[in-house]
């Protein structure tokens, strides 16, 4: 962006004058209109987003009863805790499983809707958003009545080739899976989509040329597709494993944690904690916990973004 | 424009004028005059229960010159623990707020003493039962008064008929009607029989262990009739004791006769075990059976709520009580005292009670005895024992005696159900022990 005033020219007599004329000036400049314009949602982020999260770095440093101030006590604490480490395995379980099958899923079914013909894609296309346009609370509560523990309609419908029934959500494994299922099930749509407009940037002569250099249909994949979507891919896994490492509601409604905690993630466990429990900063604790960890990757799959937008 | 300018005088003597009139006018009492009240109280799932606390609020409001406003907060989702949170980070919020169970306690510091009030309602309404003294006390402060609205007893609701075909226990007898009950056979040992006796006839007692209330209330209960406390009330950590072994082993064998899925169960699955006719018997409020007498009357015919079995240290029930709380911020807290006293009244709590089709439980002495448990039905008198009118159970809480801040942890992690599956799936006694023990001793971090 060209950082210049609109009327550079103008002469400044008298002393006030020029001041006054400065004000105009910068007030004229495009990145103080930018700047002006943006102020609005820079604050509206400062309040919903800025605050709460330096609000909950304070919390996290108080004791039980949020009138000392301990340091970094809670994590000393919940590192010594079994159920802590129990809750990092399975979240980083939940999370890294989800993303890749979300990821894997996505890339396959963006490569059919690809491949229909333009007049009946937009049905297709809008038929496969449904899942991520329903709000997870209400999709999880229909899945809840399909995994019930004694009434499943899975279960019911597996009864008749006598298989199961089946603890969806009784047994620790089980419950994991179901979990980890609907996720997919509500977030594979995302990288569909994502997907789906990447693929249609990728310029057809790139596939001409491999076909004539006589790429078959994985060299075209693995040589052409997937290198111009690496930063796509990039993004969307990076953006999916946040929202994913900090997903409640599939949880919280399907599982709550059970059976003996053995769904828990971190949102649901820190819930467990700091509202059931009232131990709100040990809560605030466990939910910061992944905070640097997800900095780190971010930071790194970014750079890697930048640099391979550099070299393009 | 002409500006006339006021001077240092002419300043002086208008503001000693007017301080002198506000002072000499006569107090006029308009409609509000008291101030304004607001309150957020629980979301009563009862039809017409939250109707029945806005008019006795309006009443008092209306005599009192007190402007008020009234929120019901769901407990769904736990919206109300949110609120909760949210008031008391906030240092701001409802004048009145109701808190359920442990939060009085976990917010203590905040909350108003109502010694003054708590000390009269005690004259004219009698003692508190034994959950509500435990629960809503610290160092002899009153933290809240108890309010009848969302309070229960969590006991055995059971199917008359399947009882009797399979258990060859006649509940009616054993909990009549109208008269004190001649339980001094329904023992755990007889409450294991029958649980054997209904897996076998196919109609297994659904009793959960998941990690929500329901299920942790009832083994609080029954850990609480073997003397089984994983922390005493001095704090002390009491897990490896014979009584909690004893429990252990009475829990392992009870889950061998209830249905497969128990480990999942919520607080909505034993009403749906009630209310689908699977099940001869749930441990629960009468909120089954108020659904089953709208969508399954012929389940409803059948359905008897009466006493908890008495296991080698008495006869324990789960009591849930939620408490009218003011914060110590509380703008208008003698208006508050005031309104929770006259909502405190016998009469009051009576058509309360009545809205909530007796559902609702008062904490004092005094109003358990009133007509709405002894008529409701079909079948009549099927909430006559609810609320306990003979005194034979003790009323507590899951993990009580422990203190009420380790114990909330204990509840909230449902650690007594989970020991409980641990030592059915197979790990060793000693190892679900030291679990235990762990957990607790991680519980009592200040």
């Known amino acids: 962006m060209v950082d210049v005033a609109f009327q550079p020219n103008r002469v400044a007599g008298a002393k006030s004058a020029r001041k006054r004329s400065s004000l105009k000036t910068a007030l004229k400049r495009k990145s103080t ?30 004791n039980k009863s949020m ?29 890294i499983t989800a993303v890749v099958f979300k990821a894997l899923i996505g890339f396959i079914v963006a490569h059919f809707v690809h491949n229909i013909p333009a007049k009946g894609q937009r049905k297709w296309r809008g038929m496969l958003l449904v899942p991520w346009v329903i709000p997870p609370a209400m999709s999880t509560l229909a899945w809840l009545w399909l995994f019930d523990p004694s009434y499943s309609a899975f279960n019911y419908t597996l009864s008749f080739f006598g298989i199961g029934p089946i603890p969806w959500t009784g047994d ?16 594979a749509p995302f990288f569909m989509i994502m997907y789906l407009a990447s693929l249609k940037s990728v310029p057809d002569q790139l596939y001409e040329a491999a076909a004539i250099d006589g790429a078959n249909w994985w060299q075209r ?37 059970g059976p003996l905690d053995h769904t828990h993630i971190f949102a649901t466990w820190a819930f467990r904690i700091g509202i059931e429990g009232s131990d709100i900063p040990l809560g605030a604790s466990v939910s910061l916990f992944m905070v640097p960890i997800l900095a780190v990757a971010a930071i790194f799959i970014l750079r890697d973004v930048n640099k391979r937008g550099n070299e393009a | 424009m002409s500006r006339r300018k006021l001077s240092r005088r002419q300043f002086v003597a208008a503001t000693a004028l007017s301080s002198a009139a506000l002072i000499a006018a006569p107090y006029v009492r308009g409609a509000h005059a008291a101030g304004k009240l607001t309150m957020g109280f ?21 005599k009192e010159k007190v402007e008020v406003s009234i929120d019901y907060i769901p407990s769904q989702g736990n919206k109300n623990l949110l609120t909760i949170a949210a008031e008391a980070q906030a240092k701001s919020g409802h004048d009145i707020l109701a808190m359920p169970s442990w939060w009085p306690h976990a917010n203590s510091e905040l909350l108003e003493p109502v010694n003054d009030i708590m000390q009269t309602l005690l004259q004219q309404n009698g003692n508190v039962n034994s959950a509500v003294q435990y629960l809503g006390q610290l160092d002899g402060k009153w933290l ?68 929500t209330t329901d299920n942790v209330d009832t083994a609080g209960a029954i850990f609480q009739s073997f003397g089984a406390n994983l922390v005493d009330a001095k704090g002390n950590l009491t897990v490896k004791t014979d009584a909690v072994r004893q429990a252990l082993d009475f829990y392992k064998k009870l889950i061998a006769f209830l249905p497969p899925d128990v480990s999942a169960w919520d607080d909505a699955s034993n009403n749906k075990w009630l209310v689908s006719g699977r099940g001869a018997m749930i441990m629960n409020p009468p909120s089954a059976w108020a659904v089953a007498k709208r969508d399954a009357p012929q389940v409803a015919e059948q359905c008897w709520t009466h006493g908890f079995p008495k296991g080698p240290k008495g006869r324990f029930a789960p009591f849930l009580p939620y408490f ?17 006293v006259y909502l405190s009244q016998s009469a009051a709590v009576e058509k309360m009670v009545n809205a909530s089709g007796g559902y609702d439980l008062p904490a004092f002495e005094k109003q358990t005895t009133f007509k709405v448990w002894a008529e409701e039905g079909p079948p009549k008198g099927t909430l006559f024992h609810y609320p306990d009118p003979y005194k034979q159970q003790t009323l507590s809480i899951a993990a009580s005696p422990a203190p009420p801040k380790v114990a909330q942890q204990i509840y909230a992690q449902a650690t007594l159900t989970k020991m409980c599956l641990r030592y059915y799936q197979g790990e060793a006694m000693e190892k679900t022990l030291a679990w235990a023990e762990g957990e607790c001793e991680g519980f009592m971090r200040s």
């Not at chain 1, 620790?172 to 977030?187: E, M, Q």
């Not at chain 1, 990039?234 to 953006?239: D, K, N, P, R, V």
């Not at chain 2, 009563?44 to 609020?57: C, E, F, I, Q, Y």
Request: hydrophobic share 50%; aromatic share 14%.
């Open chain 1, 33 to 62: 209109a930018a700047f002006l314009m943006t102020l609005p949602l820079i604050l509206l982020i400062t309040i919903l987003v800025l605050y709460p999260a330096i609000y909950s770095l304070h919390l996290a440093t108080l």
């Open chain 1, 67 to 95: 009138q000392r101030f301990i340091g970094l006590g809670n994590f000393e604490f919940l590192f010594k805790r079994d159920t802590f480490w129990l809750v990092v395995k399975q979240s980083c379980i939940f999370a």
């Open chain 1, 172 to 187: 620790a494994n089980w419950a994991r899976f179901s979990v980890i299922l609907v996720n997919i099930w509500y977030g």
């Open chain 1, 221 to 257: 994949i693995w040589y052409v597709t997937l290198p111009m979507m690496r930063n796509i891919i990039a993004i969307t896994t990076l953006f999916s494993l946040i929202v994913t490492f900090a997903n409640f509601d599939i949880v919280r409604i399907l599982t709550a944690g």
């Open chain 2, 42 to 62: 629980w979301d009563h799932w009862v039809p017409g229960s939250n109707k029945a606390s806005t008019d006795l609020v309006n009443e008092w409001a209306a």
């Open chain 2, 144 to 211: 809240g008064v108890p309010t009848c609205v969302g309070s229960q007893i969590k006991g055995p609701c059971s199917r008359i008929d399947l009882m009797k075909k399979y258990a060859n226990i006649d509940v009616q007898e054993m909990y009549p009607a109208g008269a004190a009950p001649k339980a001094d056979n329904w023992t755990m040992d007889t409450f294991l029989k029958a649980a054997e006796a209904c897996h076998k006839g196919g109609f297994p007692f659904g009793i959960g262990l998941g990690e």
């Open chain 2, 324 to 340: 009218w709380t003011t914060w110590s911020f509380s703008k208008n807290k003698e208006a508050a005292k005031s309104l929770l």
